[in-house]
């Protein structure tokens, strides 16, 4: 079939130019190596070795626990920030300033850092156009790097201490406020010693009244007895007495006169009927109107005592829900002062603290040499034979691709030609 893929037709093609492949590749390869050994500029790459001591920022037992904000200032760099440091633009233009000190000349000079993995090493190589100088360059960079490493330490101590010194302003600021709220308050009256001075005196005249209301209460039903026993003895005495009073001989003499004159006036009669006040009732009314005037004084004034007390217990409890609520602000602003208080002086003791024991102990550096730059004896670059390998390949490629176009150009020339010759030719 014609779609079908002829691969000795390719390979026909291949082997048919197979002289131009060789000699494009070997050109190409030659090319890379004339180009790689004259032309460009051999660049040596030294290596030295530090580790990152694991230790920690502040020891825990020298110091109090430090705020967040400055336990984070103060957290110590790992591996992973010293190859920072190295990659950064400024610590390059430090490296290739202190390369033209040392040598005199402008060079490609530069550094690069790598962690090991799973360790805590870190491997600081250097690059110059000569050996020694790479060697030496590279001691130089971890020299750089160990001074870099203490600035920031010092920069992040200044930091810290800084930050500590925010924070004993912002607690000084929060101390005076709640000194002075707290003063406000107990300038402003009633404050809670006056309500509880007017308390006590309410309290007190209130057991006065109640004490003077049991009182009453005793008196009012001891005089109710005595006015219920008046009351009935009263109901048991009559109001008058009737009294029989013999007449006197005067007027018994005068009767029997009449009589003799033939006068009818009755039987005679020898006593008379006297009615007469009771005495005892007399005596029982008047102490009975008494008592009953004692009863309504005593049940007016437990009246008066009821009302007055009602309204001093009304006065009681509304002290007292001022007085809770006067204590209640009284104690939230006490708490707030004395937290205050403990805060200012902590934030000063962990400054003192801090500023004797990270200017002692934390400028450090965190970073130890294990091993110098050895000079070194090959290039790091070109790569010669890499260049070579992708020089070749490179030539493969592109004179393989040109056979190919070569022989589609080939093929229509051929194509044309022969129909030329089949007209040109007389049948027989």
């Given amino acids: 079939m014609d779609d079908e893929i002829d691969l000795r037709a390719y390979l026909a093609v291949l082997w048919r130019g197979r002289y131009a492949i060789v000699t494009v590749t070997l050109v190409g390869v030659l090319l890379a190596f004339l180009v790689s050994r004259f032309l460009l500029t051999?660049?040596?790459?030294?290596?030295?070795?530090?580790?990152?001591?694991?230790?920690?920022?502040?020891?825990?037992?020298?110091?109090?626990?430090?705020?967040?904000?400055?336990?984070?200032?103060?957290?110590?760099?790992?591996?992973?920030?010293?190859?920072e440091i190295v990659q950064s633009p400024a610590f390059q233009d430090l490296v290739g300033r202190r390369g033209q000190e040392l040598f005199g000349v402008r060079d490609n000079y530069s550094v690069s850092a790598r962690v090991v993995p799973q360790t805590a090493l870190v491997e600081l190589s250097a690059e110059a156009s000569r050996p020694e100088?790479?060697?030496?360059?590279?001691?130089?960079?971890?020299?750089?790097?160990?001074?870099?490493?203490?600035?920031?330490?010092?920069?992040?101590?200044?930091?810290?201490?800084?930050?500590?010194?925010?924070?004993?302003?912002?607690?000084?600021?929060?101390?005076?406020?709640?000194?002075?709220?707290?003063?406000?308050?107990?300038?402003?009256?009633?404050?809670?010693?006056?309500?509880?001075?007017?308390?006590?005196?309410?309290?007190?005249?209130?057991?006065?009244?109640?004490?003077?209301?049991?009182?009453?209460?005793v008196l009012l039903t001891t005089e109710t007895t005595k006015l219920g026993e008046l009351q009935a003895q009263l109901a048991g005495e009559p109001p008058l007495l009737t009294l029989k009073k013999a007449l006197s001989p005067e007027a018994a003499a005068l009767g029997q006169a009449i009589r003799g004159l033939g006068l009818s006036i009755g039987e005679p009669v020898m006593s008379l009927d006297d009615e007469q006040p009771n005495p005892v009732y007399v005596d029982l009314r008047s102490r009975l109107a008494v008592q009953e005037v004692t009863?309504?004084?005593?049940?007016?004034?437990?009246?008066?005592?009821?009302?007055?007390?009602?309204?001093?217990?009304?006065?009681?409890?509304?002290?007292?829900?001022?007085?809770?609520?006067?204590?209640?602000?009284?104690?939230?602003?006490?708490?707030?002062?004395?937290?205050?208080?403990?805060?200012?002086?902590?934030?000063?003791?962990?400054?003192?603290?801090?500023?004797?024991?990270?200017?002692?102990?934390?400028?450090?550096?965190?970073?130890?040499?294990?091993?110098?730059?050895?000079?070194?004896?090959?290039?790091?670059?070109?790569?010669?034979a890499l260049n070579m390998a992708v020089a070749g390949l490179l030539g493969l490629m592109v004179s393989v691709f040109g056979v190919f176009v070569a022989e589609m150009w080939r093929q229509p020339a051929q194509v044309k030609a022969g129909e030329v010759s089949h007209v040109a030719t007389p049948r027989a």
């Fill in 295 to 384: 009863v309504a004084g005593l049940r007016a004034e437990r009246e008066q005592v009821s009302a007055a007390l009602e309204r001093l217990s009304q006065e009681v409890q509304r002290l007292s829900s001022e007085l809770v609520t006067l204590q209640a602000q009284q104690r939230e602003l006490t708490w707030q002062v004395d937290t205050a208080r403990r805060t200012y002086e902590t934030a000063v003791t962990q400054y003192e603290v801090q500023k004797a024991v990270l200017a002692a102990r934390f400028g450090e550096s965190a970073l130890t040499l294990v091993r110098d730059a050895p000079v070194p004896q090959s290039p790091s670059r070109p790569r010669t």
């Fill in 42 to 83: 051999r660049v040596y790459e030294a290596s030295v070795l530090l580790v990152v001591e694991a230790k920690a920022a502040l020891p825990s037992n020298e110091a109090p626990q430090l705020p967040q904000l400055v336990a984070a200032a103060l957290m110590p760099l790992d591996a992973r920030g010293y190859q």
């Fill in 133 to 217: 100088w790479a060697a030496r360059l590279a001691n130089e960079a971890a020299l750089l790097l160990l001074q870099e490493a203490d600035r920031l330490n010092r920069s992040r101590l200044e930091r810290a201490l800084a930050l500590l010194e925010g924070q004993i302003a912002q607690a000084r600021a929060d101390l005076d406020m709640a000194l002075q709220a707290l003063q406000e308050f107990t300038l402003r009256g009633p404050n809670v010693d006056e309500r509880q001075n007017e308390l006590d005196a309410k309290l007190s005249l209130l057991a006065e009244y109640q004490k003077r209301l049991a009182q009453l209460d």
